[in-house]
């Protein structure tokens, strides 16, 4: 049943009940009901057929949320899939050129380097595909697998704490966290020449404010290296990798900072508000 025709409905219940009734009562009932009782029945009458209607429309309308929200959450998986699609071609094609161009002038050191980028890059897709968010592994144990995986691969030492309970998140905000961390702990393999990386991913408690108020809860990714760090003043802010970033960052809502220095690594930190969409 359409919307529309639950709309109709609700209209012409109401007046239909109330107005069928005193139909009856005052051409067939008015010898055995008096004015008053007639009044309280059609008071309780109207109460238990509102009930009724009401609880079945608005389970009907909880099934129908519930549909379209399978229906966007399907959307964002393949949404996030095509763009990784895209992504991983661009990529791929880029690398082989440049592959291409080294192996033509005999630098072999180079062309190992971009042997190993296509790996990664490749790497890194197959795990995001065979880890459908969909597929019945929690948000958390995915990160840290990952998470898991990047450091035996790079050989780089990480400490992560991933503290925020599935579900938090709904699924194209997931995709949008978990592709930050990819793309952060990226751009430390390819830029920071690091040895020590840190991701935590933890919930923002309430805290007190003024005249007894307070803070919106929300969320909190914090991520940092021990490496090389960034010049002191970016001619871009987009540079070193940071584009991707603040895109997925911005698509979230959430506010996104970067403290670096040359020499004394990297910390990105991004807040974000509660993960529910409202």
Request: with cysteine.
């Amino acid at each position: 049943m359409s919307l529309k025709t639950l709309k109709l409905i609700s209209i012409l219940l109401p007046p239909l009940i109330i107005g069928g009734f005193e139909y009856i009562r005052h051409d067939f009932l008015l010898s055995v009901l008096s004015m008053e009782a007639g009044n309280w029945y059609i008071t309780l009458l109207t109460f238990i057929l509102s009930f009724l209607f009401t609880s079945w429309m608005f389970r009907k309308i909880e099934r129908i949320n519930d549909r379209l929200a399978e229906e966007q959450a399907r959307r964002a998986v393949y949404e996030e899939r095509e763009r990784l699609a895209q992504e991983l071609h661009d990529n791929i094609a880029q690398m082989l050129f440049f592959l291409n161009v080294k192996l033509k002038q005999g630098k072999t050191d180079e062309a190992r380097s971009a042997v190993s980028e296509i790996d990664n890059h490749l790497r890194q897709a197959i795990f995001n595909l065979r880890t459908s968010p969909s597929g019945g592994s929690s948000f958390p144990a995915r990160v840290n697998v990952w998470l898991e995986e990047w450091s035996s691969k790079t050989g780089i030492e990480m400490e992560k704490r991933i503290d925020i309970p599935d579900g938090y998140f709904q699924l194209s905000r997931e995709l949008h966290v978990f592709g930050i961390i990819q793309e952060a702990c990226t751009n430390i393999r390819k830029h920071s020449r690091a040895s020590r990386a840190v991701v935590e991913l933890e919930l923002i408690e309430k805290e007190a404010g003024t005249a007894g108020r307070h803070s919106e809860s929300g969320w909190r990714l914090f991520i940092k290296d021990d490496g090389i760090g960034m010049p002191a003043s970016l001619p871009d802010p987009t540079a070193y990798g940071l584009a991707l970033l603040h895109k997925r960052t911005s698509e979230l809502g959430a506010e996104m900072h970067v403290r670096s220095a040359p020499g004394q690594g990297t910390e990105i930190e991004i807040i974000g508000k509660a993960g529910r969409d409202k």
